[in-house]
C-alpha cells in the first residue's frame, strides 16, 4: 500500500520558516517524481515544487524560487519542502505527492492531474 504522511506545518509570522516532511512507503521512492502542491479555499490545487525522477533536477514555480527547496533523503524514504521567508499569501493546505514512472517521458511535472498518489495535506498559516 503506497502512503504518504506530511507533517511540519503550523502557524509562523510572516518573514519565518517552516520544513514540511513527506515520509514515504509502498513504492520504490528512486523511480517516483516527487511534488509539493498547495490549495487554498476555493482555489485550484497549484504545484511549487518537484524532484524529477530521472536526475532528482529540481523545478519551482516563479513565486517561491529562491524561498522554498525541495530536497529528498533516499536513506529514509522522505522528501522535503524547506520554505523561508514565508509570506501571508502563503496560507494554504500543504500535500505532498508522487508522479509514478506509468509515461517513460514523464520525469516531472507542477501540474496536479499527473500525479498518482497524494498525502493528506498540512496546514500552514502565516500571520502578519
Known amino acids: 500500500e503506497v502512503r504518504l504522511v506530511e507533517s511540519g506545518g503550523g502557524l509562523v509570522q510572516a518573514g519565518g520558516s517552516l520544513k514540511l516532511s513527506c515520509k514515504c512507503s509502498?513504492?520504490?521512492?528512486?523511480?517516483?517524481?516527487l511534488g509539493w502542491f498547495r490549495q487554498g479555499p476555493g482555489e485550484e490545487r497549484e504545484g511549487l515544487s518537484c524532484l524529477s525522477s530521472d536526475d532528482r533536477a529540481a523545478y519551482y514555480r516563479d513565486f517561491v524560487k529562491g524561498r522554498f527547496t525541495i530536497s529528498a533523503d533516499n536513506d529514509n524514504n522522505t522528501f522535503y519542502l524547506q520554505m523561508n521567508d514565508l509570506k501571508p499569501e502563503d496560507t494554504s493546505i500543504y500535500y505532498c505527492?508522487?508522479?509514478?514512472?506509468?509515461?517513460?517521458?514523464?520525469?516531472?511535472?507542477?501540474?496536479?492531474?499527473?500525479?498518482?498518489?497524494w498525502g493528506q495535506g498540512t496546514r500552514v498559516t502565516v500571520s502578519s
Open positions: 505527492a508522487i508522479l509514478g514512472p506509468s509515461d517513460e517521458d514523464l520525469h516531472w511535472s507542477l501540474n496536479q492531474y499527473d500525479f498518482d498518489y
Open positions: 509502498g513504492f520504490i521512492f528512486d523511480e517516483y517524481a
